[in-house]
């Protein structure tokens, strides 16, 4: 079946700085590949989302990378700030309608 | 606020026990999707309905069941508890397509003692 492998587990970056969580899968059919960031307590919420046909994309501080060839794509989060820090997962989506979703990255924001 | 509300919050039950979670997803959603979420499995897909239909299913254990009624909330049943099925459960909702994006709730936190 479908994985999604996400790296790395933990991500610790200066405010301001810049952080890049990193995905790979495994289903050549996947076509769609949803960011979330969940936060203590709370549900995961999408951020970001990219269609296979589609490269990049990018929202304010928050971009997006996929290479369909290599089957990875990337979350990248400019100008950090505290408030981002919390869990992100990336998710993939092929056949059918599930998601499928990476293990997490918690990223810590250091002020 | 994502508009899919989940309840209850919290549940704490013993083991042998059956549980019942529910969720109403966003107003227009068609399409409920049931997680489960521990810290070793991270996030599992378990079932998805459809308006009422039954359309995938995931990694769901036999003593677990889903339905999704007439006006679009679902219930995720749970029996004969174990220690194992502690974790929060989530649901979420889209209108359903192969492009759509999930919008999920806060999730329950069933805990078994």
């Known amino acids: 079946g479908e994985n999604v492998e996400q790296h790395p587990s933990t991500l610790s970056v200066q405010e301001g700085d810049s952080a890049v969580i990193k995905c790979t899968y495994s289903d050549s059919a996947s076509n769609y590949f949803p960011w979330y960031k969940q936060e203590l307590g709370k549900g995961p919420q999408l951020i970001i989302d990219?269609?296979?046909?589609?490269g990049e994309k990018k929202d304010q501080r928050i971009a997006v990378t996929l290479n369909k060839t290599a089957k990875h794509f990337s979350l990248h989060i400019t100008e950090t700030q505290p408030e981002d820090s919390a869990v992100y997962f990336c998710?993939?989506?092929?056949?059918?309608?599930?998601?499928?979703f990476g293990a997490g990255t918690i990223l810590r924001v250091k002020s | 606020d994502s508009g899919v509300t989940q309840t209850p919050k919290h549940l704490i039950t013993a083991t042998g026990q059956r549980v019942t979670l529910r969720c109403s997803p966003r107003?227009?959603?068609?399409?409920v999707y049931w997680y489960q979420q521990s810290l070793d499995q991270g996030l599992q897909f378990l079932i998805q309905y459809y308006n009422g239909e039954e359309r995938a299913k995931g990694n769901i254990l036999e003593r677990f069941s889903a339905q999704q009624f007439p006006d679009l909330h679902s219930e995720l049943n749970l029996s004969s508890l174990e220690l194992g099925d502690s974790a929060l459960y989530f649901c979420?909702?889209?209108?359903?397509?192969?492009?759509?994006?999930?919008?999920f709730g806060n999730g329950t936190r069933l805990t078994v003692t």
């Open positions: 107003s227009g959603d068609l399409s």
């Open positions: 979420a909702s889209s209108v359903y397509s192969s492009s759509s994006p999930l919008h």
């Open positions: 990219i269609r296979s046909n589609v």
């Open positions: 998710a993939t989506r092929g056949d059918g309608n599930k998601l499928v």
